[in-house]
Nanobody, 123 residues
Framework: QVQVVESGGGLVQAGDSLRLTCAAN????????MAWFRQAPGKERELAAS???????NYTVSVKGRFTISRDNAKNTMYLQMNSLKPEDTAVYFC?????????????????WGQGTQVTVST
């Protein structure tokens, strides 16, 4: 059983940056595609970005150009660099690992989940 733990959330102002980290207690190269999802109050969990085992990224339109996803398989870690943050980015951000489904944006397609880290962006 692999456990993943997020860190790096916080309260920032619009325009600021944050870097989220997802640490796994097992080799991330066995976790296939990994992803960052986010869930705002009253909304469904949505994909923010995903990254394949060899490092190919994929972004949802609303974060493209502002967020950068990366992974370091040697350190069993995935990152999400978030720049130019907006109030609408406020959400709990979840690390998802080991894509075993068909659709990248489907939360049910990932086998392992962290507990989430809160990101709050004020105006």
């Amino acid at each position: 059983q692999v456990q993943v733990v997020e860190s790096g959330g916080g309260l920032v102002q619009a325009g600021d940056s944050l870097r989220l980290t997802c640490a796994a207690n097992g080799p991330t190269n066995s976790l296939y595609t990994m992803a960052w999802f986010r869930q705002a109050p009253g909304k469904e969990r949505e994909l923010a970005a995903s990254i394949s085992r060899n490092g190919t990224p994929n972004y949802t339109v609303s974060v493209k150009g502002r967020f950068t996803i990366s992974r370091d398989n040697a350190k069993n870690t995935m990152y999400l660099q978030m720049n130019s943050l907006k109030p609408e980015d406020t959400a709990v951000y979840f690390c998802a690992a080991r894509f075993i489904g068909t659709l990248l944006h489907d939360p049910g397609a990932y086998e392992y989940w962290g507990q989430g880290t809160q990101v709050t962006v004020s105006t």
